[in-house]
């Protein structure tokens, strides 16, 4: 018999027992949201309910998606229990054995109470029991971790980060076996686990706790969730509040890039209003958003289950539930989020924070029907209320397609620093960045951008230096690469002045700014804009970044125009650089290649590039053809005479190889005031390996010119191969949607309303 076959037997002879067992569990569902407040007596109560056991159990063999997830969990902790348990004692980075075991046995107490709380079987209870015991056992004998890298050091792990994921899963799996414990296991359990634990965080550790990052989140809920299960309202407070009588400059003075709310407010709530926009979009970028929604929906969960009176999923107009919604859009086609500031490639909506987001946001945010195609698409859900809610919509066929249409999500608390904007015209998704800086996880790259095709990187993001918990990497942690390379501003598409980054590279200075938006438009699916400033990444100087995506029915897909206008007081050397991915194929301009590639620089960044070959331009367009997945790429670009253009790659001084070699054209205007960079990016053609046939390889645009710039106005001229000339104007100072312009451009004579036009000439 298969192991298919013994699950489905398991299911059957489950539900034939809860049948049999549970008078009213005929016709269940899962319990109202709005419940009244849980009683102290009944667990459990934080991610489950007993009346969403009993609604569980009552469906269970009847909801695919909550039954395969409950199988595969089944399995894999019956098959640990046979194993056996490690609690070890700590020594190790991230990656390392007693990180990872200790990391495994959260998870696992975690799933094993669920279990217990669903099927009722003792021998889940006491596999937590017996952990728990042992930790109980082990923890008061413990001395600070004896890795010394963080600025908070944490007991079971390096850092008090991961003794807080700990605790947030752990609170569960007690919250689980609570009603299985006698009342002096349960004392014994708080008095030298628990309580000690959650003060070691808080407590000793204010510089954590009592601070707005995603780590104090994780602290804060952490706290809370361990204070709702031992009904400790003055632990909870904490959580909520932070922890009071704390000198703040003494304590709160911030090594690693987070801050202090301007009116002293810290704890649960201060990480609520700090980080999120309106729109719920969360300052540190999607990635590490994804790693923070975890926390703030679980407690916001517990919370909502016990003390609904407090309304944590309505504060701020349900900025947690638009949270889950703006990550959700800044993923592309597959589902990987895009990579704004510190992030690793390749995190996506399938993970397992996702899985919980999604299935909480269904329940509690009024069973959005497009939330179950992202559901069905994770394949699993939490095996929770939450999780049946879900299994239960996709049963019933609630199911529509999650529409993802272009996006502006603004940044800042009050959603007035800046946005990150998300073009999406035919299969091409351009991001851009015109944020505040992002906390201690910021990069310097003011008006960067990056772009994808059907899913797949064409134009990227470096992300992070870091290959997280890869023992061998650093002990998992930050590379050193990270700040001399993945947080300079040339590691980034985006201009760069003197070859320095934006703001020196300093946190202190590129906190205190953010860009600003100017133009969003996409209500005509042919012709997009995003457009914004920035003013403070370099004194003196004025940056203006306008993307547009073009839709021309000549033509099969859509392509993107790329005008970088700069004004300064004084003459500067500018860098541009493209991070194209894949194989260069041809270049429109003639190049020196070097024989021993030169280091472009020796600090900001540019020391980690090879200078491999360059050319000198004659004042024409420049075009460079690249084939990547099997699709051909073009880029032209406008140039002055006496313009230089890169050919550069990534990994120079970098002798344990922790940089990607990937490869870069960087276009240089030296001794420049004021200038215009303008370019256009397409999609063109496929090459089939097996056909061997390349079609429409080869770039659809003849020409690009600037053929106006000034103070008010700057106009692109784009001409194509098939000799149709259009040209896009916009207005640089004003951009109200109801003022009227009108100029005479090269005897063309342009009148529009609005910021911008884009006119075909005759």
């Known amino acids: 018999m298969t192991l298919g076959h013994n699950i489905t037997l398991k299911f059957a002879i489950v539900t034939l027992v809860f049948t049999m067992i549970s008078c009213k569990n005929e016709n269940t569902s899962i319990s109202d949201n709005n419940s009244e407040t849980i009683t102290s007596e009944e667990h459990p109560n934080l991610i489950l309910t007993k009346e969403g056991v009993k609604a569980i159990r009552a469906n269970l063999g009847e909801i695919p998606i909550f039954d395969q997830t409950l199988a595969k969990v089944q399995e894999e902790i019956d098959i640990e229990i ?37 099927l009722d079987d003792e021998k889940y209870a006491n596999f937590v029991k017996d952990m728990l015991f042992e930790y109980a056992k082990m923890y008061p004998t413990l001395p600070i971790h004896p890795k010394p890298r963080s600025y908070a050091r944490g007991k079971l792990f390096w850092q008090c980060l991961n003794d807080s994921n700990w605790l947030v899963y752990t609170s569960q799996a007690y919250d689980c076996i609570y009603d299985y414990l006698t009342e002096e296991e349960r004392n014994n359990l708080e008095s030298n686990l628990f309580r000690p634990f959650a003060d070691h965080i808080s407590k000793d550790n204010p510089q954590f706790f009592n601070r707005v990052h995603n780590h104090s989140t994780w602290g804060n809920v952490a706290v809370g969730m361990i204070a709702l299960v031992m009904e400790d309202d003055a632990l909870l407070q904490s959580a909520l509040y932070g922890i009071k009588n704390i000198d703040l400059d003494k304590s709160l003075k911030d090594n690693d890039g987070g801050f202090i709310n301007k009116d002293g407010k810290k704890g649960f709530f201060a990480n609520l209003d700090e980080p999120f926009s309106p729109d719920g979009y969360y300052t540190e970028g999607p990635y590490y958003q994804r790693y923070a929604m975890y926390p703030f929906l679980i407690f916001a969960q ?38 704004l500031n510190d992030s ?25 029907p497009e939330l179950l ?47 990150v904007a998300i073009l999406r015209s035919g299969n091409l998704e351009l991001v851009h960045k015109y944020t505040a800086h992002g906390l201690s996880h910021g990069h310097y790259d003011k008006l ?27 002990g998992g942690n930050y590379l050193k690469e990270n700040k001399t390379w993945a947080k300079q501003s040339i590691s980034h598409n985006t201009l760069v002045q003197n070859e320095t980054s934006h703001f020196q590279g300093k946190y202190d200075i590129g906190s205190k700014h953010h860009s600003y938006k100017y133009v969003f438009n996409a209500d005509n699916e042919n012709l997009q804009v995003s457009s914004a400033k920035e003013d403070n990444a370099y004194p003196g100087t004025k940056l203006h970044r306008t993307f547009v995506t073009i839709k021309d029915n000549d033509y099969d897909n859509p392509y993107v125009l ?32 070097s024989d021993v590639p030169q280091i472009l620089g020796n600090k900001n960044g540019y020391q980690h590039l090879y200078n491999e070959a360059n050319a000198i331009t004659k004042g024409e367009n420049i075009k460079l053809n690249w084939l990547l997945n099997n699709k051909f790429y073009n880029y032209t670009a406008v140039t002055s005479k006496g313009d230089e253009v890169i050919l550069a790659k990534i990994g120079a001084n970098d002798p344990e190889f922790n940089l990607r070699q990937e490869p870069a054209l960087v276009l240089r205007k030296r001794n420049s005031k004021n200038t215009v960079f303008a370019s256009i990016i397409e999609s063109t053609g496929v090459y089939s390996p097996v056909s061997e046939l390349a079609i429409n390889s080869k770039s659809n645009i003849k020409s690009i010119e600037v053929v106006l710039d000034s103070k008010d106005y700057t106009a692109i001229q784009i001409i194509t191969n098939k000799d149709k000339k259009v040209m896009f104007v916009i207005s640089n100072l004003n951009n109200d949607n109801e003022i009227e312009h009108k100029l005479n ?16 000439i005759n």
Not at 85 to 95: L, T
């Open 82 to 118: 046979n194993n056996g348990f490690d609690v070890p004692i700590p020594k190790d980075y991230s990656g390392g054995y007693t990180h990872a075991t200790h990391k495994k046995n959260y998870s696992l107490m975690q799933k094993a109470g669920v279990l217990y709380q669903i």
């Open 302 to 339: 517990a919370l909502q289950n016990k003390k609904p009176d407090l309304k944590v999923l309505e504060y701020k107009d349900g900025v947690l539930l638009k949270g889950v919604n703006a990550l959700l859009n800044l993923s592309d086609a597959d589902g990987d989020f895009f990579l």
């Open 344 to 368: 690793q490639k390749g995190m996506s909506y399938y993970n397992t924070s996702l899985i919980s987001a999604v299935d909480i946001a269904y329940h509690f945010g009024g069973n959005n």
């Open 373 to 419: 195609s992202i559901a069905k698409k994770q394949s699993e859900v939490t095996l929770d209320d939450a999780g049946l809610a879900v299994a239960l919509g996709i049963k019933e066929g609630k199911t529509k397609p999650f529409d993802k249409k272009s996006i502006e999500l603004s940044d800042g608390a009050n959603g007035d620093q800046g946005a």
């Open 448 to 474: 960067s951008f990056a772009l994808f095709e059907d899913g797949k990187e064409i134009i990227q993001d470096y992300g992070m230096s870091r290959y997280v918990n890869i023992e061998q990497k650093g």
């Open 562 to 593: 790329d005008i970088m206008r700069v004004e300064s007081e004084t003459a500067n050397q500018y860098d541009l650089p493209l991070y194209y991915l894949g194989q260069l194929i041809q270049t429109s301009f003639e190049y020196t290649k």
């Open 745 to 760: 451009i090269n005897n063309n004579e342009v009148s529009w309303k609005g910021p911008f036009i884009l006119k075909e």
